[in-house]
């Protein structure tokens, strides 16, 4: 498992007024899947498209859309498990392996264009950065290469060769030709799921591809250190939120 349930933001909320909503959004095949999203009516920054871990959509992350509205970034995280799971709340310890080993490439890219589409409402010229943890840190450089139109896209120790997972995908490294934005990754130095040989060949079929992309790893910091419970790892946390807020800037 990724993130526990009961885990919560490594970031203090600020004082900004932004509006809330849980609600569902409908993808192109009919599929519908929970949504939550979070806006600023003064923000300007990219919005930010939030893809979960394996867990799908449930209040960690609903709480990290509010973070970056906010920071300044209007946000929407997705849920993944509309076409197994339906829609509703879910117990926290709920079995998610049946559902996430059902979860194809086309499924996920289906339901990311409906957000995004989402996410441009208002403007269909807004930029739209992608953050995922895990197999959302993987399925958001996925999607830098699957012709979304992203500005941008950040994964948290998110696995770049890990064929067959979703279903129906490539390793990431494999598709960096098709890359169509610049790219970040923050990873655990003690991940033993992804060894730091991949994370560099990651890099460096980047570089070769000529991508834009920062690739971090912090040493001793687990698998999904970006958590409160790591308080060991509060600085790490921080720093990781800091290079996203400032790729986010970057991004404009």
């Known amino acids: 498992m990724c993130v526990p349930a009961d885990s919560t933001i490594p970031i203090d909320p600020t004082h900004s007024n932004v509006d809330t909503q849980a609600f569902t959004l409908q993808a192109k095949d009919g599929n519908e ?14 919005a930010v498209l939030v893809l979960p871990d ?20 209007d946000a929407v995280a ?3 498990f509309g076409r197994t799971a339906g829609l509703g709340e879910r117990e926290a ?5 049946p559902h996430v080993n059902q979860t194809s490439q086309a499924d996920i890219l289906a339901d990311a264009v409906a957000a995004v589409g989402f996410l441009r409402k208002d403007d269909p010229h807004r ?3 992608t953050v995922g943890f895990c197999f959302g840190g993987s399925n958001s450089w996925h999607l830098s290469a699957s012709g979304v139109g992203l500005n941008g896209a950040v994964g948290f120790y998110g696995h770049p060769n890990r064929p067959g997972f979703p279903i ?3 390793g990431v490294v494999d598709r960096v030709e098709s890359v169509e ?11 033993q799921g992804i060894p730091q040989t991949e994370i560099d060949a990651f890099g460096v079929a980047m570089s070769s591809a000529g991508i834009d992309h920062q ?20 600085d790490e946390s921080a720093d990781a939120w800091a290079l996203t807020q400032q790729f986010l800037s970057e991004v404009g």
């Open 33 to 46: 899947f929970n949504a939550f999203s979070s806006a600023g009516g003064e923000n300007t920054g990219p």
């Open 54 to 73: 394996i867990r799908g959509l449930f209040t960690f992350y609903g709480e990290l859309a509010l973070r970056f509205a906010q920071h300044g970034n």
């Open 78 to 80: 997705i849920d993944y």
């Open 93 to 97: 310890e709920w079995d998610c392996w």
């Open 127 to 129: 930029k739209v950065v």
């Open 168 to 170: 129906g995908a490539p």
């Open 181 to 191: 934005c610049p790219v970040r990754g923050f990873f655990g130095g003690a991940d």
């Open 215 to 234: 690739l971090k790893t912090y040493p001793g910091a687990p698998h999904s250190f970006f958590d409160r419970k790591y308080t060991e790892f509060a």
